[in-house]
């Protein structure tokens, strides 16, 4: 079964999409990238992520995770243009009732949009797991407003 990827998070393009046949999963997604954008290193990873040139889709995973999980991946572009990043990514499942020291919706997907930067330009992915937060996903949590 495919996906239809059509809403937009932008009125002037298609660069960033959103899976809309789950019933409410659009207008989840929508929220927390507009979270996002209202921080100033958020705009900075959403000016970065257009700038890259790359085709962002947002998708809920199929079947979905237990525990929850998240990840990006790229895939043939369905209208035959070449190369999509899909972000697999539910705000559904953040923070994790599974982990304790899970971190919140919108910092999830900062650093999914981080990993999607990087296989959109072909940089090298940081060869230090557990090295902690990069430095734009550090200022981004000094810049959110905590949670309710």
Do not use: C, H
């Amino acid at each position: 079964m495919g996906r239809k990827p059509v809403k937009s998070i932008v009125a002037d393009s298609m660069w960033l999409q959103i899976d809309s046949s789950v019933a409410g999963y659009a207008s989840s997604v929508v929220t927390v990238v507009a979270r996002i954008s209202r921080t100033r290193s958020g705009q900075a990873i959403l000016d970065r992520l257009r700038a890259s040139g790359g085709s962002f889709k947002i998708e809920p995973p199929d079947p979905p995770t237990d525990p929850p999980n998240a990840w990006t991946r790229r895939r043939d572009a369905i209208d035959g243009s070449g190369m999509e990043i899909v972000i697999v990514y539910d705000p559904a499942d953040w923070p994790s009732p599974a982990q304790l020291d899970s971190r919140p919706s919108d910092v999830v997907l900062f650093g999914l949009f981080e990993d999607a930067i990087t296989m959109a330009t072909g940089a090298a992915f940081p060869d230090q797991p557990g090295a902690g937060a990069s430095p734009a996903m550090e200022a981004y949590m000094r810049d959110r407003p905590p949670t309710l």
